[in-house]
C-alpha cells in the first residue's frame, strides 16, 4: 500500500540550480496536486492536476513547472531555484467525486541557499 | 487574506479531557470543510469531514461542528489521548474552479499537545 510517494525527502540546492521533485500514486487517482507549506503557515497549492495531459496552476505557481504525462506520475520542475523556495513540498492525490479528501505523501524537504 | 483561520497556534490538553479546535472562515461560497491531521515529518491525513447543509458530523471520538451563521467550525477530541498530538488543519473547500478540479483552502494549523 505505497499510496503517494515522493522523492526525494531532503534536498539542498544552491540558488540557480534546478531540480525535479518527483511523486507518483498507485491509486489511479485523477488529480493531483503539489502543495508548499512554508514554516507556521498553511498550505498553499502551486499546481494541479485533473488527468494525463492536463495541467493548471494554483495559487503560488511562480517559479514552478509541472507535466502530467501519465497518471501515475506528477513531477514538479524547480527552475533557477531561489531562497524564498525554501519549504516542505507535498504532493496529493485524490479520485473523483468532489469531496476534497487528499492523499499525501511524506513530503520532500527543499532548502535553497 | 486568509480566507480559512485557525486563531490559536496551539492547545495543550490533558489525557482523558476534551480537546477544541477552533476555524474561522470568511468565504461564504465554502461548501465543504475537512480536518486534516499531521505528525512531524509526515503528510497530511484526513481525519473527518462536513458539509455546509449539516451542522455536526461524529466519527467515533471526532465531532466536526459547523455553525454557518458564524462562519465558524470546531473539531472536538473526547477522550484526547497521547496519541492525539500533532498540528491539525482545517481546510475549505470553494466552488467549482474550472479545468474539471477545485481548490481546498488551508489554515495556518493548531498544534495539539496531549499531556499523560
Known amino acids: 500500500n505505497a499510496g503517494v510517494t515522493q522523492t526525494p525527502k531532503f534536498r539542498i540546492l544552491k540558488i540557480g540550480q534546478s531540480m525535479t521533485l518527483q511523486c507518483a500514486q498507485d491509486?489511479?487517482?485523477?488529480?493531483m496536486y503539489w502543495y508548499r507549506q512554508d514554516p507556521g503557515m498553511g498550505l498553499k497549492l502551486i499546481y494541479y492536476?485533473?488527468?494525463?495531459?492536463?495541467?493548471d496552476k494554483g495559487e503560488v505557481p511562480n517559479g514552478y513547472n509541472v507535466s502530467r504525462s501519465t497518471t501515475e506520475d506528477f513531477p514538479l520542475r524547480l527552475e533557477l531555484a531561489a531562497p524564498s523556495q525554501t519549504s516542505v513540498y507535498f504532493c496529493?492525490?485524490?479520485?473523483?467525486?468532489?469531496?476534497?479528501?487528499?492523499?499525501f505523501g511524506e513530503g520532500s524537504r527543499l532548502t535553497v541557499l | 487574506d486568509q480566507q480559512v483561520k485557525q486563531n490559536s497556534p496551539s492547545l495543550s490538553v490533558q489525557e482523558g479531557r476534551i480537546s477544541i479546535l477552533n476555524c474561522d472562515y470568511t468565504n461564504s461560497m465554502f461548501d465543504y470543510f475537512l480536518w486534516y491531521k499531521k505528525y512531524p515529518a509526515e503528510g497530511p491525513t484526513f481525519l473527518i469531514s462536513?458539509?455546509?447543509?449539516?451542522d455536526k458530523n461524529e466519527d467515533g471520538r471526532f465531532t466536526v461542528f459547523l455553525n454557518k451563521s458564524a462562519k465558524h467550525l470546531s473539531l472536538h477530541i473526547v477522550p484526547s489521548q497521547p496519541g492525539d498530538s500533532a498540528v491539525y488543519f482545517c481546510a475549505a473547500k470553494g466552488e467549482y474552479s474550472g479545468a474539471g478540479s477545485y481548490q481546498l483552502t488551508f489554515g495556518k494549523g493548531t498544534k495539539l499537545s496531549v499531556i499523560p
Open positions: 492536476s485533473v488527468g494525463a495531459g492536463i495541467t
Open positions: 462536513i458539509s455546509s447543509i449539516k
Open positions: 496529493a492525490s485524490s479520485g473523483q467525486g468532489g469531496t476534497g479528501e487528499l492523499f
Open positions: 491509486m489511479n487517482h485523477n488529480y
